[in-house]
């Protein structure tokens, strides 16, 4: 059987057909892949253009002629109408992922976890504005000071035995983590003029062994009170008045006497723990008393040290360690559970 011969106008058609096959194919194409699946199928080695073009040695010179150049239009079309399809899928997936991105600020918010401020800190503010209520000024120490300031200013002399009480951090070059904010007495002193009211927050360091009741870095306020005639009651009134309000209530405290080179006569201070337990009663030694600070009547040569007549004003000073009221005050049973950073503790108050 014959085959029938490829005529010109034959191949045309084909090649016509051809063209427009590949543009509603192009159009439909969803993804660079499926784009170039498109151009290999029409353009490529093994393309349907060219078996149409197999049949071109059949034709006359002038079928050759026009069928070849029509075949490269139809080509260079189909390139074109990938490059456009190219084009077009770009800027879709562009579109797509800004859409992705977008921001809709009509969504709620993430929420971001919020810290607390530590139960030392809330303290600290409550002791200040307890204070500042009662007419004094806050004054902060220096954590890094002089042995002047920590000890001699404060009538501990080098060599004095009293500073065996204080086991004391030193820099090497001969600085102080200061042990107690006794260390800001003389600054104090010198920078105001009676009356002085003056309380004084801050971190003290001590080199010692921790137990339920000790930190190596705690946590003390010290208290400043000169003017002309101040007595030991106006001490006792003005310490029994802040503890009433910083534990919202009377609570029982207990004074007796010991000794501080810097305070004459000196005494500490201890407050009723009885009814907090048997932990309490442990810390504080079976007597239900925990001691909670120093203080006394300011020594006149402290006074002196820190360009005051004795002869003229005089004055009390104390010192409490904030821990040792909060302990009482919130039931923490020991004072190194403060500072270990436990959250569930933490997030207790
Ligand atoms: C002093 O530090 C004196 N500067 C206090 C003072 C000031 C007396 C002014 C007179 C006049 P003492 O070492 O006792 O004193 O400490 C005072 C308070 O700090 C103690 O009663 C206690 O509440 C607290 N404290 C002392 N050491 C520690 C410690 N290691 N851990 C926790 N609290 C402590």
């Known amino acids: 059987m014959a085959t029938a011969k490829p005529d010109t106008q034959k191949l045309l058609t084909e090649l016509d057909d051809l063209l427009l096959k590949a543009k509603a194919n192009i159009a439909s194409t969803d993804s660079e ?3 170039d699946q498109e151009r290999v199928r029409y353009t490529g080695r ?3 253009l060219t078996t149409i073009l197999r049949g071109i040695k059949d034709l006359s010179d002038d079928g050759k002629k026009e069928v070849g150049a029509r075949a490269n239009e139809v080509k260079e079309k189909v390139l074109e109408l990938v490059e456009k399809q190219s084009m077009v899928l770009r800027k879709k997936s562009v579109e797509r992922a800004s859409k992705e991105e977008e921001l809709d600020v009509t969504l709620p918010g993430n929420k971001i976890p919020q810290g607390r401020r530590h139960i030392i800190s809330q303290m600290q503010e409550r002791t200040e504005e307890i204070f500042q209520r009662m007419g004094f000024d806050v004054v902060y ?4 000071d002089t042995d002047f300031n920590n000890f ?3 009538n501990i002399p080098e060599g004095h035995p009293a500073r065996d009480s204080w086991d004391t951090f030193w820099t090497e070059d001969g600085q102080i983590a200061i042990t107690h904010t006794s260390a800001m007495q003389n600054r104090v002193l010198r920078s105001h003029e009676p009356p002085i009211r003056v309380v004084v927050p801050g971190r003290t360091f001590r080199h010692e062994a921790t137990d339920a009741r000790h930190e190596h870095t705690f946590f003390q306020v010290e208290g400043v009170y000169v003017d002309k005639g101040v007595t030991f ?3 006792l009134g003005t310490l029994q008045t802040f503890f009433s309000e910083f534990f919202g ?3 029982g405290i207990k004074f007796s006497p010991d000794f501080f ?3 004459e006569p000196g005494g500490m201070i201890s407050i009723d723990v009885s009814g907090l337990g048997d932990s309490f009663m442990e810390i504080s030694k079976g007597t ?4 909670i600070l120093g203080c006394g009547m300011i020594h006149p040569r402290v006074l002196e040290m820190g360009g005051i007549d004795p002869n003229v004003y005089s004055g009390f000073a104390w010192g409490f360690g904030l821990e040792r009221v909060v302990m009482p005050k919130f039931a923490i049973e020991d004072i190194r559970l403060i500072y270990k950073g436990d959250l569930d503790f933490v997030r207790q108050f």
């Open 33 to 35: 892949e499926e784009l």
């Open 46 to 48: 093994k393309s349907e």
């Open 141 to 144: 120490p220096y954590e890094i």
């Open 152 to 154: 001699q200013a404060v």
């Open 233 to 235: 009651a106006d001490m």
């Open 249 to 251: 209530q009377k609570i």
């Open 261 to 263: 080179p810097f305070v």
């Open 288 to 291: 239900g008393w925990l001691e």
